[in-house]
């Protein structure tokens, strides 16, 4: 599951919004992937995220 939701985060062309929309349907959710899509919130929404970027 954690490969999964780290290949739709990292390796796919989709904007960072998108991509944890997936993982949050798609992906079972296990503690690690819980907290990789927290993490990336956090990094979304932080001084220096990635934004929406693809």
């Given at each position: 599951a954690?490969?999964?939701?780290a290949k739709l985060l990292f390796k796919?062309?989709?904007?960072l919004?998108?991509?944890l929309d997936i993982v949050r349907r798609e992906v079972p959710h296990t503690?690690?992937?819980e907290y990789l899509i927290?993490?990336?919130e956090r990094l979304f929404k932080g001084k220096s995220g990635r934004g929406d970027q693809p």
């Amino acid at each position: 599951a954690l490969h999964k939701a780290a290949k739709l985060l990292f390796k796919s062309q989709l904007g960072l919004t998108h991509a944890l929309d997936i993982v949050r349907r798609e992906v079972p959710h296990t503690a690690e992937v819980e907290y990789l899509i927290q993490f990336q919130e956090r990094l979304f929404k932080g001084k220096s995220g990635r934004g929406d970027q693809p």
